[in-house]
């Protein structure tokens, strides 16, 4: 199994730009969630999906869009790139809920909007 | 919503020495998960430790125990005969036992530094 995968790795956008993230993961996982991360702020929670056609929205959504078309996939698009959305993002997924369905990380991307 | 807190934004111990991280956390639920999570420089999220809520026994992984203090919503995480490898920044993170997904609140995290 590759795990999650997430790209690209690094990528620099001009403010107004669009782009997607791409995260994909071959465990059949259920739940898979987008963070990002920013210095002094932990992982903040942007998006969610409790399976393929269903997601719904986290601590900060605004500026971002998603979709889980397949369980595989779960694309993070960001509509009009800013300044403020220079962070590093994370994709999970998880098989369940419970306390021993562990959640896997993505290697993460760094994004920086200038 | 419940919120996460580390209060403790960078640690440092001598190698082989113990040093406990802090974690405090607010939730109006009564059954719920906590976790510790690793992240060394290579950015990657690596699970440390986990607790159930409804467990009164705190969990322990080789080196690592927590002090898990329901009442007071304190969540400490311990490690023993500290390692090199162990330099990282550390993340408790609170998830809800309900089935909405699952999702995690991480606190700010602390950097922690293992001095040779």
């Known amino acids: 199994n590759a795990g999650v995968t997430q790209t690209p790795k690094f990528q620099v956008l001009k403010t107004g730009q669009s782009m997607t993230l791409q995260c994909a993961q071959d465990?059949?996982?259920?739940?898979m969630s987008w963070y990002r991360q920013d210095p002094g702020m932990g992982l903040r929670l942007i998006h969610y999906s409790v399976g393929a056609g269903i997601t719904d929205q986290g601590e900060v959504p605004n500026g971002y869009n998603v979709s889980r078309s397949t369980t595989e996939d779960f694309p993070l698009r960001l509509l009009s790139a800013a300044p403020s959305q220079t962070s590093v993002y994370f994709c999970?997924?998880?098989?369940?809920?419970?306390?021993?369905?562990?959640?896997?990380f993505g290697p993460g991307t760094r994004l920086t909007v200038t | 919503a419940q919120t996460v807190t580390q209060s403790q934004p960078e640690m440092s111990v001598q190698e082989a020495e113990t040093v406990t991280l802090s974690c405090t956390y607010d939730t109006s639920e009564s059954d719920y998960y906590l976790f510790w999570y690793k992240q060394p420089p290579s950015r990657q999220m690596i699970l440390v430790i986990r607790q159930e809520a409804y467990k009164q026994q705190n969990a322990t992984e080789n080196r690592f125990s927590v002090n898990f203090q329901k009442a007071a919503k304190s969540f400490s995480l311990k490690i023993s005969d500290s390692q090199l490898g162990d330099a990282a920044m550390y993340f408790c993170?609170?998830?809800?036992?309900?089935?909405?997904?699952?999702?995690?609140?991480f606190g700010e995290g602390t950097q922690l530094t293992v001095n040779p």
């Open positions: 465990m059949n996982h259920e739940y």
């Open positions: 999970a997924s998880s098989y369940g809920t419970g306390v021993y369905y562990e959640q896997y």
């Open positions: 993170a609170y998830r809800t036992s309900l089935t909405s997904g699952s999702r995690l609140t």
